[in-house]
């Protein structure tokens, strides 16, 4: 089951970000762990990039590894540990405990993109290359104005995108400073999910209910059934272990 009213955000090359909404910026020097995506939609969901120097003559930062949360399930591609200008092995790990519960991790035959893929469809598509990784974020309706971080708000409305998170609060608000909103959405060091281990949900509370196509006129809903994200999403690969 296709969702037609998905959304897509990335952030590429030196990283050059692209919100939900169509606004554009750069962000250039900035090293450390910054939310790429958070939804406030039903579901707990999440995603922290980490940044390093790729560009070192003009300290230039590039995405070097991606963190996905959804529910209980935390995996993540990060090649941060590798070597710049070598070939890159990004390495796929399940931080948290248990099952999949239906979400998975793909890539293609080359080795080069990779897909973090979670069962209310919301997936990041990250393309490796020797300098870092360019990332694709992709987002359900269920998260239309429900959205925020880097990516922005996903409300139609690009004039609101920079929405800064205030310090110590739950509140955000629209800043004209570019500065104050991305280091809004830094992360603190030692405290992302490609070092820290969330606070886990209760057992049964993580477990949204799914629904899925079943031929042309139905649709089969219930607590364990994942979406197919291969064949009713349309991204190609294989799993990696």
Known sequence: ??????????STSDPRIRTWDNWGYDILHLIGE?????????????VHIRHWLCREAWFVS?????????????L????CGGRQKSTPRPK?????????????????????????????????????HDWGMNVYAYAPSEDVGKTSG????????????????????SMMQVTDDRMMFLESWR?????????????WLPTG????????????????CDWSQKVDVENNIGKPGIPVN
């Open 187 to 199: 992360i603190p060091v030692g405290e992302s999910l490609f070092d820290k281990e969330p606070n």
């Open 150 to 169: 880097l990516c922005g708000t996903f409300d139609g409305n690009k004039d609101n995108d920079q929405m800064m998170r205030m310090e110590g609060t």
């Open 92 to 128: 796929v790990t399940q931080i948290s405990r248990g099952g999949l519960k239906g979400a998975s991790v793909t890539r293609d035959k080359a080795g080069s993109t990779f897909s973090i893929n979670m069962p209310s469809g919301a997936y990041v598509k990250m393309d490796v």
């Open 62 to 74: 590039c995405t070097c590894g991606v963190a996905v949360r959804e529910g209980n399930v935390v």
């Open 1 to 10: 089951m296709k969702d037609d009213g998905m959304a897509t955000c990335h």
């Open 205 to 220: 509370s993580a477990d949204p209910q799914y629904c899925d196509c079943v031929g042309s006129r139905s649709i089969k």
């Open 34 to 46: 910054f939310v790429l995506w958070k939804s406030s939609s039903h579901r707990v969901f999440e």
């Open 76 to 79: 993540a591609v990060d090649m």
